[in-house]
């Protein structure tokens, strides 16, 4: 068992968790909208077996980070296509967090995973911390910046999501865990899907908070107030992209063009969708791990 320890940036309260004291600092950065249990122990501990000491953090306004309840949030068709209200937070504090957490473990620099809503976070510490950084894998994501979202988005993978209700408590929410990781998950992968793995991890998330759709939406929010993202102000450090083959939610052409923006190679996996699947743990593990190897020394990226 881990113990959940805070990080502070400003009045904002981080909540993380530490799987493995020795080994290289390795920094797991989540998507939005769940706590960062959805990053399952087992996957943290096998990070922790191959030579890492690894960190996972719950963004704010999820998990036991701090909430801002206080603050209204537009529905989430208008959050998308276009902002009409201040969000409470810029998305450039998603970093600053990250960075905080690095601060709370004395770490001066790390290795990244960052997933989905995490790649954006990731390049951003990069860009405005890039001696912070040691390496970057970015998982199951594209360039999906401003509008790029709805080019590259496949939004027929949550339809069916959207309206459905679910039971109250924790067992409502262990349910809604199962139907979302179903959807993201590889459709080709669905007979491997563990649907009591994916309730424990509804009941835990449950455990440290509710799930709140308005928390969303403010991260969502803050997310579309960014800047394009800052390619040119990167270290130079080893950089890989990996994507599921059969990714419901996001398209092909988002992680190419991430990757052509990057100069990365990005590596596409079948039975892997916007998840990480059980039978991969190994394989991106040791891909994780091949690449900090190849660490070197932070520098200034040359522009593209």
Known sequence: ???????????????YER???TGDPLLIIGGHGRPSTWIPDDFCHL?????????????????????FDEHEAAGYLTTVLRTTRRPPY?????????AAVLDANDWPSAHLVGGSMGIGVSLLL??????RVRSMTMLTG???HG???????????IRPLLGRRYGPGAEGEAEMTVAVMRALASPHALDRFDDEFARDIGRRSYARRPHSQAADRRQIAAGRTGEPWPFDALPDVPIQIINGLDDPMIRA?????LARRLRAPIRFYPGMGHDLPKHLWDTLAADIRALANRRSAPATRPAA
Do not use: C, K
């Open 126 to 131: 990069a860009a405005r911390a890039p001696d």
């Open 90 to 98: 810029p998305v450039t504090a998603f970093a600053d967090d990250a």
């Open 253 to 257: 052409t988002g992680g190419l063009d």
């Open 147 to 157: 509008h790029r979202i709805l080019r590259y988005t496949r939004f027929q993978a």
């Open 19 to 21: 799987f493995g004291e």
């Open 142 to 144: 594209g360039y999906m």
């Open 47 to 67: 990070l922790a077996d191959t030579g890492f000491s690894v960190v996972r953090f719950d963004h704010r306004d999820s998990g036991l980070s701090t909430h």
């Open 1 to 15: 068992m881990t113990t959940v320890q805070y990080a502070h940036n400003g009045d904002v309260r981080i909540a």
